[in-house]
């Protein structure tokens, strides 16, 4: 299986700090189509997001879970399926092996449906993102830099 791992904030909607909101969250401009046009390529999508937030106690995995079933039926709605939506928790100091950029988000991912990590993606809007795509094997990224994914759908092939 080849798949797309995705950052939550700033990739599918704006980041605007911490969002844990459904009023808050806002899908990104073109992402609906972007995802669309990946699944259609074949690829299997998931999430892998840090959410620091919750280790340093501005909202709880109740709230993360109430946002993440809204997105979920969100994208739905637009035929879009996110196969799973992988989340660290843990406040920076705490030293895990989940918070990017360390790999652990996309190698349990790897691990538990069988994902070929040289013919899959990350996307991600910031460093971190990227570094831990590499030292999990991830074939190819891409960091945006104030674009949408929309913006940078073409360079992604099969």
């Not at 990946?38 to 919750?54: A, C, H, R």
């Amino acid at each position: 299986m080849k798949a797309v791992f995705l950052d939550r904030d700033g990739v599918i909607n704006r980041d605007l700090g911490y969002v844990h909101r459904i009023e808050d969250f806002h899908f990104i401009e073109g992402i609906f189509e972007a995802l669309r046009y990946l699944q259609d390529l074949g690829y299997t999508l998931f999430i892998v997001t840090n959410q620091s937030g919750i280790g340093r106690g501005y909202y709880g995995i109740e709230e993360f879970e109430e946002l993440t079933e809204f997105m979920l039926r969100r994208l739905k709605e637009e035929g879009i399926e996110i196969k799973k939506v992988y989340f660290c928790p843990h406040h920076p100091d705490q030293g895990c092996n989940c918070r990017k950029p360390e790999p652990g988000m996309v190698l349990k991912a790897a691990e538990e449906f069988g994902i070929d990590l040289k013919r899959s993606w990350l996307i991600g809007d910031k460093e971190s993102d990227i570094e831990a795509a590499q030292r999990a094997g991830v074939g190819r990224t891409i960091l945006l830099n104030g674009e949408t994914l929309w913006e940078r759908i073409g360079e992604i092939k099969e």
